[in-house]
């Protein structure tokens, strides 16, 4: 089975749930194959974000023609050893991955093999809800209990990264105003003069809690660069019904941070269109005429460790300590249900696999 994922496709949580799963049955695991390219779900390139007249496909012939060749490959390839037996099955690599801003790489297995865990917490939380960089995320925790709290408003709702996700790379928007948002929570890392491989899931654990009876938790992971421009990485989101613990996957990705840039992880109220908003009661969205305004409050420190959780590549060559917390061979870690705790909930099939009521 020939598994084709972007890592910024808006279905790249759903894909990537099903390769995984397959992927870890003895029976099944031998005959599961993937491809993950830097693409979204209609084949624009993180390499040529945002589109230019000449990278296009929607526009240019050239541009199409072009696209339809690496479309079609991993496809013609998988067939020419499974259908036409052209080729030996030992000619394709089980995994063929893309690292965004770096190329394609091999593996006998995702996250690959070398990949650690690493976790950043959520630190400086008085700071978040100011202008980048906002708080910290930080390799520990701090002592005790720290808060920050972020509102909810339905007539002024926090904008999706992109109108239409399936051409999340068509435009690949700077999202740095958004970050700047006084009702957004925005938590950021060092900078290294080292890069950072991301290659494998991304998830985090936070402590919320709310004034509403139901409220959504949407976070994104972006890109901080030098110029102040931040475009995203992975997103995910969940719905809550209760105070506490909430785990939320935001799905996996093959990106390199580049020296200089930085993560920056925001935490937002609502994500509109993309996601119908909250009704702020106990009334469906989809049915409510007066959606209510609440107010949300995410608890840090060592009592509450909100934290970050990557899984990255190993560093080659004499380079500083990791930013991260300590790292953990995948297999230490507990394997990620759906959102989790006493808090979270996934209200309905989402759109497209995204986790959260769909506009």
């Known amino acids: 089975m020939l598994h084709c994922v972007g890592w910024f496709d808006n279905l790249g949580i759903a894909h990537m749930r099903d390769y995984t799963e397959l992927a870890k049955r003895p029976g099944w695991a031998a005959v599961q194959y993937l491809v993950a390219d830097t693409i979204d779900h ?40 499974f259908l036409k037996g052209t080729a030996q099955p030992h000619s394709l690599p089980r995994v063929r991955w893309k690292l965004g801003h770096d190329g394609w790489r091999t593996s006998d ?25 906002g708080g910290a995320l930080a390799p520990h925790p701090a002592e005790g209990t720290e808060s920050a ?10 904008p999706s990264a992109a109108t239409d996700t399936f051409l999340q790379l068509r435009d690949h928007v700077d999202e740095r105003r958004t970050l700047d948002r006084d009702d957004v929570l925005v938590f950021t890392s060092h900078t290294s003069d080292r890069p950072l491989d991301l290659a494998g899931p991304v998830h985090t654990v936070l402590h919320v809690e709310s004034t509403a009876p139901t409220f959504d938790v949407f976070v994104r992971l972006l890109d901080l660069a030098p110029d102040g421009t931040a475009r995203l990485i992975v997103r995910g989101c969940a719905q809550a019904d209760a105070p506490g613990e909430v785990e939320i996957a935001l799905g996996h990705t093959g990106y390199r941070l580049r020296p200089g840039h930085r993560l920056a992880l925001m935490i937002a109220g609502s994500d509109f269109p993309n996601h119908l908003p909250n ?30 959780r990557l899984t990255v ?29 006493t808090a ?13 009521d769909p506009r």
């Open 279 to 308: 009704s702020g009661s106990l009334e469906s969205p989809w049915l409510t005429t007066a959606p209510k305004a609440s107010r949300q409050k995410l608890r840090t420190g060592s009592a509450h460790p909100s934290r970050l």
């Open 344 to 356: 979270a909930r996934h209200p309905s099939a989402a759109r497209y696999g995204e986790g959260c």
């Open 42 to 81: 209609e084949n624009y390139f993180l390499e040529d974000a945002p589109a230019s007249a000449a990278t296009d496909h929607l526009a240019a012939g050239a541009a199409l023609e072009r696209m339809l060749d690496f479309y079609t490959g991993p496809a013609i390839e998988f067939f020419d050893v």
């Open 149 to 158: 709290q972020w509102r909810y408003d339905p007539d002024d709702l926090v």
């Open 109 to 133: 297995a995702w996250p690959p093999p070398e990949a650690t865990a690493t976790e950043l917490y959520l630190a400086e939380p008085s700071a978040a809800t100011g202008p980048v960089p």
């Open 313 to 341: 590549l190993p560093e080659t060559g004499e380079q500083p300590p990791h930013p991260g917390g300590p790292m953990l061979p995948l297999r230490q870690l507990p394997s990620t249900p759906p959102a989790t705790g």
